[in-house]
């Protein structure tokens, strides 16, 4: 047996390599450990699954059920790759304990923010919505859907009180579309689940996104879209009934808001957003439009910061996952009229892409360049090769109130090498067009020889 148990109900010492720091949970088929990766130098989860003792007819049954539990987490080992999905290390096979290795989150569920006393602010409602739906979409382009997303699945990075992030977790009940093998029908927790996942039809990543509406209302309302005092019951509201209109539970819920989770919970799939990319810019227009009052977050938000980043030519060629790693790499700063990010003579370790407002270039007191949105600068002495050519050859002063996006070289060592590789392009692209627009000056018949 892989985990050194002394007692049941006793904490393990050790589980395989791992040396076990806590428990971090329990649920009906695994139990979750904290547990130090000596060999990585990092904190895990090991989520160990529990294998029912066979004997006869339905025991193996039982017990084949349960591993698939397993063998739907071990495959993804290696294979998810999100700011906002739980990633997953090793799996292994024990056959009286198999367990999975993924990666360790300190905080706690939003289930804990599911109880009428205990509420977030609708605005990090919101932007966990926007994170959620991100994160499940890009799951969806893996050929996967989650079909059991719930709060006790979404993990809270907390900031004292206030939620900063989150990331998707317990991928057993996985439906991989491509599989051969034959999934695990009926998953799913019955407040969440939506109406053709529990009559056991062919779904699709529409499954996801009304459970995930769900979700998003339970933290509204502190309750459920449906509540039952049996499984009968609340499996009948599920497929005939409504959920109560959220404004009549929580005040200052915006009607773009209701709309959007009450049409993310219509019975017909074909009824709800068309896609993930859909809901979450509708998630994040309810933010940008200040349609839900601002609270302890105050600040720019990331969704915010998504979608500036969305909106930026230099920003073309990277994919969500990338632009979620600038989004928490990157330094943002908002600058006012006549400061100066640069001086000449000053060492480049910095390059800035404006992201609103403008900037003006002089060389020498001469105004030689205007420059707005989307414009970089810096980048040429950051590139240099020697400290020599890392001097700034000219003043850029603030012209209109910026808000920019800066990287130094220890931010950029961070980076996923995917990430850097989408930086490099984007810069030589930069290159190139600034050498085109000499070119073209060089070539101009009113040029000064």
């Not at 050194?4 to 010492?13: E, I």
Request: glycine share 8%; proline share 5%.
């Amino acid at each position: 047996m892989s985990a050194d148990t002394a007692a049941p109900g006793r904490l393990p010492r050790q589980i395989g390599k791992y040396k076990v720091l806590g428990r971090l949970g329990e649920g009906a088929t695994s139990e979750v450990f904290h547990a130090r990766d000596e060999f990585h130098g990092r904190d895990v989860a090991i989520k160990c699954v529990r294998i029912p003792v066979r004997v006869t007819g339905n025991d193996e049954d039982d017990g084949h059920y349960f591993e698939r539990f397993f063998a739907a987490e071990a495959d993804l080992v290696g294979k998810l790759e999100h700011p906002n999905v739980v990633q997953i290390f090793d799996a292994v096979a024990d056959p009286e304990l198999p367990y999975v290795v993924m990666e360790y989150v300190p905080g706690t569920t939003l289930k804990k923010f599911c109880r009428p006393d205990a509420l977030l602010s609708l605005e990090q409602v919101v932007e966990i919505g926007f994170k959620c739906a991100m994160a499940l979409g890009y799951v969806s382009r893996q050929g996967l859907i989650h079909r059991d997303v719930k709060p006790a699945n979404v993990l809270a990075v907390m900031d004292r009180d206030t939620v900063v992030d989150v990331k998707i977790t317990d991928f057993g009940s996985v439906l991989k579309l491509d599989a051969e093998r034959t999934a695990v029908h009926r998953v799913g927790s019955l407040a969440y689940i939506s109406p053709e996942q529990l009559d056991g039809a062919v779904i699709d990543a529409r499954a996801d996104m009304y459970s995930l509406a769900a979700v998003l209302y339970h933290l509204i309302a502190g309750r459920p879209p449906f509540e039952g005092p049996t499984q009968a019951a609340l499996m009948h509201q599920v497929f005939n009934e409504q959920p109560r209109p959220l404004a009549s539970l929580r005040d200052g819920v915006p009607a773009s808001l209701e709309a959007l989770l009450q049409r993310a919970l219509e019975k017909n799939p074909a009824d709800r957003p068309g896609n993930w990319d859909d809901f979450a810019q509708s998630l994040a227009g309810v933010i940008a439009r200040r349609e839900v009052p601002r609270g302890k977050l105050q600040g720019v938000l990331d969704s915010e910061r998504f979608n500036l980043l969305r909106g930026l030519d230099f920003f073309t060629a990277f994919g969500d996952v990338e632009l979620w790693e600038v989004v928490h790499r990157a330094k943002w700063q908002r600058f006012n009229f006549g400061h100066a990010l640069f001086k000449k003579g000053q060492e480049g370790r910095n390059f800035y892409l404006i992201a609103q407002g403008g900037v003006e270039v002089f060389r020498d007191g001469n105004k030689v360049a205007a420059l707005g949105k989307g414009a970089s600068v810096g980048e040429m002495a950051y590139l240099a090769p020697s400290p020599e050519l890392r001097l700034h050859q000219a003043d850029v002063i603030v012209s209109q109130t910026c808000t920019t996006i800066s990287f130094n070289p220890e931010a950029m060592a961070q980076l996923s090498a995917g990430t850097r590789h989408r930086f490099d392009d984007a810069f030589i692209k930069v290159l190139v067009r600034r050498l085109h627009a000499a070119h073209e000056a060089l070539e101009h018949p009113r040029r000064i020889l």
